[in-house]
């Protein structure tokens, strides 16, 4: 059976256009409204930068969304929930709403994608397993729990150019890869048109030569209808009858954002400060402050949430206790808590892993310079 139709293959690439013909066509927009992010405080970037990134995905996704459409409630529950996202996070780009307004936001859309998509995720673990959970009148609030930590993960993320945009899309690689290995078609479609629409931000997002930095941010609005997203995502790949998929996989799809959010939001209220509070403490910022450059950070967190998605999965796979993989998962937030504690000493560590990094680089181009040269010289005797 082929992996998905041409049908899907073309939504991929009409939300990837229009996403990044929209970041075009936005700017006018931006300097109309004075749609900005400037440089101040924490935020180090080096001139003003448009946030339309949000806006721009979601008419990418809503542009595409209807060509391979099967299920109508579900496409307006969604598109439903991501303008109620979309409306409150533009507000809070520019006028910086206090964290209630942007949580009930968060919660209302939740209960938007369930009650009208009919979207929950009731079963911790594999529906039909013998370990499954059955969470009955739990799994609402469940739902908007984990949706709430999905969203807020990937908008604490949105602190580096390229990171939240590319952490998003090895996740959106991952879940299209689990629906391809149970053979969930329709969500594989949904996946791939959310994931042409972050591809097309990502190129004028992440940093390469040839862009210096960032020419637009994803914004609250764009964060946050990431997070909802993938949640609705994640929970419809694990929850489709005929394609189960074990919900402890979850977590695990979207590691380092989300270890990273629990352990800043346990920190910040032991020391009895808001658990929204804006700092620079976040797993990106010691990554900065150990050398790395902005596009190495990004590709960094990307390879390590591939390397811990693709763990859990091959876990899966051979069967290991989904007991085991929620302890080791709750291991590893405890571990990130104690090792980031002492800032400096967090810094000194992720020092000395990036030169280890960079020595084995300049190792590996010298040896085939080396292999190089002496290919050379065997031509030349050669002859």
């Keep these: 059976m082929p992996i998905s139709s041409a049908h899907s293959y073309i939504e991929f690439l009409v939300a990837f256009g229009v996403t990044l013909f929209s970041l075009h066509f936005l700017n006018p927009v931006a300097k109309f409204f004075d749609w900005f992010d400037y440089p101040h405080g924490r935020k180090a970037h080096s001139a003003p930068t448009p946030i339309t990134g949000g806006l721009a995905i979601a008419l990418g996704v809503m542009a595409a969304m209807p060509l391979g459409l099967t299920t109508p409630d579900a496409f307006v529950a969604f598109c439903v929930s991501a303008l109620v996202l979309l409306v409150v996070g533009i507000a809070d780009d520019m006028y910086d709403l206090h964290w209630f307004f942007r949580l009930a936001a968060q919660a209302g859309a939740a209960l938007i994608i369930i009650y009208m998509g009919n979207v929950r995720a009731r079963y911790i673990g594999l529906p039909s397993g013998a370990e499954a959970i059955d969470l009955g009148v739990m799994a609402v609030p469940f739902t908007v729990f984990i949706t709430l930590g999905v969203i807020n993960a990937i908008n604490m993320a949105d602190g580096c150019d390229g990171l939240a945009g590319g952490v998003a899309l090895v996740t959106l690689a991952l879940i299209g890869l689990t629906c391809v ?24 997002n992440m940093r390469h030569p040839w862009q210096p930095r960032a020419r637009v941010f994803l914004g609250n ?143 590996s181009e010298g040896r085939n310079s080396g292999h190089t040269v002496d290919a050379m010289r065997v031509s030349s005797d050669t002859e």
């Design 181 to 204: 290995h149970v053979g969930n078609y329709a969500v594989f479609d949904r996946v791939l048109i959310l994931g042409g629409a972050v591809a097309g931000f990502l190129v004028m």
């Design 221 to 363: 609005s764009g964060s946050t209808i990431i997070g909802l997203a993938i949640t609705w995502l994640a929970v419809r790949v694990s929850h489709t009858a005929g394609h189960p998929v074990s919900s402890i996989l979850v977590p695990w799809l979207v590691a380092p954002p989300l270890i990273d959010c629990v352990v800043l939001m346990f920190r910040r209220a032991a020391q009895k400060s808001s658990p929204f509070a804006a700092d620079n403490g976040h797993l990106h910022h010691l990554l900065l402050d150990a050398g790395f450059t902005p596009a190495g950070v990004a590709l960094t967190l990307m390879a390590l949430t591939a390397a811990l998605g693709l763990a859990a999965m091959i876990a899966l796979r051979l069967h290991v206790p989904q007991a085991m993989m929620v302890a080791v998962f709750l291991l590893l937030i405890v571990g990130y808590y104690f090792f980031s504690r002492d800032r400096g000493h967090a810094v000194r560590r992720l020092t000395w892993l990036r030169q280890s990094f960079e020595a084995a680089f300049r190792h």
